[in-house]
């Protein structure tokens, strides 16, 4: 089995930072990629940062330039920095990983619990 935790939500305003992270534990062969995703209210879920074994980034739009995603691979954590934080980035946020656990040959695909994220004034 395999688990993922997320930490470091909460309540900022307008213009503050957050950094989220997330650790995944469990029996875990290797990590291909993790990701955050959100999901506000009345919307979709939908992806906020990803990032690959090799360390490969890809961002949404809408948080380019804004939040940087990280990882040690050592410690199976990830982590995401959120600075300029608005309004419209109030939601849920999830950690994602595509992984391969240790009595598998296949690659698996788990969430964590999410965190909630308010920027609000």
């Known amino acids: 089995q395999v688990q993922l935790v997320e930490s470091g939500g909460g309540l900022v305003q307008p213009g503050g930072s957050l950094r989220l992270s997330c650790a995944a534990s469990?029996?875990?062969?290797?990590?291909?990629?993790m990701g955050w995703y959100r999901q506000a209210p009345g919307k979709q879920r939908e992806l906020v940062a990803r990032i690959t074994s090799v360390g490969s980034r890809n961002y949404s739009d809408s948080v380019k330039g804004r939040f940087t995603i990280s990882r040690v691979s050592a410690k199976n954590t990830m982590y995401l920095q959120m600075d300029s934080l608005k309004p419209e980035d109030t939601a849920v946020y999830y950690c994602?990983?595509?992984?391969?656990?240790?009595?598998?040959?296949?690659?698996?695909?788990?969430w964590g619990q999410g965190t909630q994220i308010t920027v609000s004034s």
């Open positions: 994602n990983a595509d992984l391969q656990e240790t009595s598998s040959w296949y690659r698996s695909e788990y």
């Open positions: 469990g029996n875990i062969f290797s990590i291909y990629s």
